[in-house]
């Protein structure tokens, strides 16, 4: 079974970083995509950041750009979301998923499996 294991979540005061984690297992394929989606309570569920393993392009979401790095370290089949200067408006349930075709897309819809999220809670 392909599993994603979503890691890395805390409290953090305003300004501070936080690096998330996903782990991949289970998946046999060269060729897909990771996208780390949130949701804040309330709010749908936004497309933060994605990478494709084919060509390592990737897609940030404008109200993350330059402030979040996604990376992958395939070896350990490892995806990061390095998220520095956070505010409160990022606190949200973080979700890692993967998507087969490989295409870094922020569309939830176009992902086939899902972690199980990791809470990220800014303080003021």
């Known amino acids: 079974d392909v599993q994603l294991q979503a890691s890395g979540g805390g409290l953090v005061q305003t300004g501070g970083s936080l690096r998330l984690s996903c782990a991949i297992s289970g998946f046999d394929y060269a060729d897909y995509a990771i996208g780390w989606f949130r949701q804040a309570p309330g709010k749908e569920r936004e497309g933060v950041s994605s990478?494709?393993?084919?060509?390592?392009?990737?897609y940030y979401a404008p109200s993350v750009e330059g402030r979040f790095t996604i990376s992958s370290d395939y070896a350990k089949s490892t995806v990061y979301l390095q998220m520095n200067s956070l505010s409160p408006d990022d606190t949200a349930v973080y979700y890692c998923?993967?998507?087969?075709?490989?295409?870094?897309?922020?569309?939830?819809?176009?992902?086939?499996?899902w972690g199980q999220g990791t809470l990220v809670t800014v303080s003021s």
């Open positions: 990478i494709s393993s084919f060509d390592g392009s990737t």
């Open positions: 998923a993967l998507q087969a075709v490989g295409l870094p897309v922020p569309i939830a819809n176009e992902y086939d499996y």
